[in-house]
Structure formats: C-alpha cells, structure tokens
C-alpha cells in the first residue's frame, strides 16, 4: 500500500504540516524543506488485506519522522491522539 498516489491525495488533504506536533519542514527549513514530510497509515499495512480498499483522506495522516518513529515504538502503533497527549 506504500502508494505515491495516495501520499499525494493524503497530502493535498491534510497538508505538509505533522499531524501529531504541527512541524512544518517549510517554515523552519525554507526551500530545502518545502514538500518534505512522511505519510502514517492509520490501519497498520501489516493488518491490511489484499481485499483492503485504502482511503488516502481516511486512513493516512501526514507526521514529521520524529513522530512517526515514536509512533512505531508500540506495536500496535501508538494513536496520533495518545502521542499528542504524551508530548503535550
């Protein structure tokens, strides 16, 4: 499901900025960081069937790659509400 089509839809959705932190790669690196952020599947891919019909606006979230890393750190993966809490 790793899909350059969906991370596009995702991101023109719900933008650059970390759903998580609010980081902006943009605005604290400039030009450098413009387009730059990663893609977080809210359904764990490895729990996703082949029959599994993905909604780029439902079921990604863009993070920055500190968050993303922390919300791996859990298996299953943490929720982007749990980490808001925990770095809040």
């Known amino acids: 499901e790793r899909n350059p089509v969906a991370r596009n839809k995702c991101v023109e959705h719900w933008g650059y900025t970390c759903s ?8 604290i690196y400039g030009a450098l960081g413009e387009g730059f952020i990663h893609v977080h599947h809210l359904v764990p891919i490895s729990t996703i069937g082949e029959e599994y019909n993905l909604d780029p606006i439902k079921d990604l979230r863009p993070v920055c790659p500190n968050c993303h890393a922390m919300l791996h750190r859990q298996n299953p993966p943490i ?5 808001r ?3 809040k």
């Open 20 to 27: 998580v932190c609010g980081f902006d790669f943009k605005e």
């Open 79 to 83: 929720s982007l509400e749990d980490l």
């Open 85 to 87: 809490k925990i770095i």
